[in-house]
T-cell receptor, first 114, second 116 residues
Framework: AQSVTQPDARVTVSEGASLQLRCKYS??????LFWYVQYPRQGLQMLLK??????VVQGVNGFEAEFSKSDSSFHLRKASVHWSDSAVYFC????????????FGTGTSLLVDP | DPKIIQKPKYLVAVTGSEKILICEQY?????MYWYRQSAKKPLEFMFS???????DNQTASSRFQPQSSKKNHLDLQITALKPDDSATYFC???????????????FGAGTRLSVL
């Protein structure tokens, strides 16, 4: 079955620390991978996406993610987090054999201690 | 200014009633979607439309009916409401060209529905 897994439901880090949020995918076709963020009581905003080329992609607000085909992963990273990064982060995937459907993982709730 | 407008922001309904959730997008996109977010299923795909035609329906219940009266509108009618329907419903849109999966979905702020 095709799926996206975010193994960490909650992550807490101190302000200024580095961050990695994990995402694993399981797809038979070539995956097109996204990270979205949801701030409290808001909709979702895309941070970055990967579909080809350099496996490290840069996003907004200093976020980056690295695609690994061998590991089936697309982990999100940030070198130094700010308290305003506290939010829920979703990994998501599309593929050609899924039509227009964007499938989300269960999300990781990030709390940054000031 | 928000480019995807969802109305209302909050909605309280009684069990058995019917409600319509409104979504309008001003991004010029040709595809629109509905997602549901609840404690049980964080972000659940419901429907996708392209050029006002249904492309994919992952909602088992016929109580949920999308309605597209205009290219930039995709409303969601929910009949015979149940407490389990309580969730935040998100509308999204994208510009789909040639079936390219890398196109970005843009989301509205959601309608929070509570069924009593």
């Amino acid at each position: 079955a095709q799926s996206v897994t975010q193994p960490d439901a909650r992550v807490t880090v101190s302000e200024g620390a580095s961050l990695q949020l994990r995402c694993k995918y399981s797809y038979s076709a070539t995956p097109y991978l996204f990270w979205y963020v949801q701030y409290p009581r808001q909709g979702l905003q895309m941070l970055l996406k990967y579909y080809s080329g350099d496996p490290v992609v840069q996003g907004v607000n200093g976020f980056e993610a690295e695609f690994s085909k061998s590991d089936s992963s697309f982990h999100l990273r940030k070198a130094s987090v700010h308290w305003s990064d506290s939010a829920v982060y979703f990994c998501a995937v599309r593929s050609r054999n899924m039509g227009y459907k964007l499938t989300f993982g269960t999300g990781t709730s990030l709390l940054v201690d000031p | 200014d928000p480019k995807i407008i969802q109305k209302p922001k909050y909605l309280v309904a009684v069990t058995g009633s019917e409600k319509i959730l409104i979504c309008e997008q001003y991004l010029g996109h040709n595809a629109m979607y509905w997602y549901r977010q609840s404690a049980k299923k964080p972000l659940e795909f419901m429907f996708s439309y392209s050029y006002q035609k249904l492309m994919d329906n992952q909602t088992a219940s016929s109580r949920f009916q999308p309605q597209s009266s205009k290219k930039n509108h995709l409303d969601l009618q929910i009949t015979a409401l149940k407490p389990d329907d309580s969730a935040t419903y998100f509308c999204a849109s994208s510009q789909e060209t040639g079936g390219a999966p890398q196109n970005t979905l843009y989301f509205g702020a959601g309608t929070r529905l509570s069924v009593l």
